[in-house]
């Protein structure tokens, strides 16, 4: 993971034994291993916030340094020959070491680097800030880079290493990722006060309204969907991929949704929006920590216990809700 192969950015050439009189160093054992994962020089070099030609450079100079081919180039794909093969499994092994070191010897102020963390806007409008905050103040010189999407993306993001640790609905099932249980949220069906719901409805009347919820291939559109169809009301569903949308659509009357509470209570509280029962029951939000393992995963694992940390503290909860809706009209 770069996240520490963020660490790796510990830009100190660390140095071993000399093959030829050059000696290797952390940053270009970094570099070798992340052309290998992703398959491309230009890709690496994004990886590790680095120019093109600079990574090209460290290869070179390693294959001149061992006197061997690390890679057989086709096109702008790149895949590793047999000799390449051997030096990725001592590789991973020397920065997975680098980075345990660190993690125990050095001050966390003085590990480096940038951590890809993506989150799903639910967390994002409830206990995130705080979790930055902890995560500053225990590495304070690591950069925290925020992707917020949707669950299904952000699987995907995190099995093509485009980011480091995912906070995200469901589970990533994929060889070398850790999935932690994180958090819930039970959802509350909540609409306008000018629609005039009653407060409580059979599911058969629920089909009759239109149902504003998360984007298709989501858990709560799944299960939402398979609740009404069988109703045989043609029940128009609303997906968007984004939260504020839903509120701010549920809000204007257009149409009725189930959210978390702690992502609505200021606008219940305001009167913006009215909560009801349906004699349904919608499974939880379940929130899961996924990661990859392997070099450099260190502090990534150390964050993914912060926001184990966080997500359990009720404080974090109250205090760290953002809920747009306070702006609404």
């Known amino acids: 993971m770069p996240g520490l192969d963020a660490i790796a950015c510990f830009n100190r050439p660390s140095r071993w ?3 030829d009189g050059i000696a290797m160093n952390i940053r270009t054992l970094e570099t070798f291993v992340w052309i290998a994962r992703l398959g491309s020089f230009r890709a690496a070099a994004q990886r590790l916030y680095a120019s093109q030609p600079s990574v090209s450079a460290r290869i070179s100079g390693l294959e001149d340094q061992l006197g061997v081919e690390l890679f057989a ?3 702008r794909k790149v895949t590793l020959t047999a000799k390449g093969r051997e030096l990725l499994t001592y590789a991973e092994k020397i920065l997975s070491l ?3 070191m ?3 010897v050095a ?8 951590i890809r963390l ?3 806007e639910t967390i994002a409008h409830t206990w995130l800030p705080r979790l930055i905050e902890r995560v500053s103040e225990a590495y304070p010189a690591i950069n925290l880079e925020l992707d917020v999407d949707i669950s299904v993306n952000l ?3 995190l099995v093509n290493h485009d980011i480091d640790i995912a906070f995200l609905m469901g589970k990533v099932n994929h060889p070398g990722v850790i999935c932690r249980d994180l958090c819930r949220y039970p959802l509350v069906w909540v609409a306008s006060p000018t629609l005039g719901i009653p407060h409580t409805m059979s599911l058969a009347d629920l089909a009759r309204w239109p149902i504003i919820t998360y984007p298709r291939r989501s858990e709560p559109y799944t299960h939402i969907r398979s609740l009404v169809d069988p109703m045989n009301h043609s029940t128009r569903i609303h997906s968007s991929s984004s939260l504020s949308t839903i509120i701010r659509m549920t809000v204007d009357g257009i149409g009725v949704s189930a959210l978390p509470r702690e992502i609505v209570a200021q606008a219940l509280a ?7 029962e349906v004699d349904a029951a919608i499974p939880d939000l379940s929130f899961t920590a996924a990661y990859a393992t392997g070099p450099g995963s260190i502090v990534v694992q150390a964050v993914a216990e912060l926001a184990l940390a966080t997500a359990g503290s009720p404080a974090a909860q109250d205090s760290a809700v953002l809920d747009r809706t306070q702006r609404l009209d």
């Open 98 to 100: 680098h980075g345990e």
């Open 118 to 120: 993506g989150v799903s």
């Open 17 to 19: 034994p000399r093959a």
């Open 73 to 75: 180039r086709v096109g």
């Open 107 to 114: 001050k966390p102020a003085s590990i480096h680097g940038t």
């Open 270 to 276: 305001a009167g913006v929006l009215r909560e009801f």
């Open 155 to 157: 699987a995907d993001k």
């Open 102 to 104: 660190l993690q125990v």
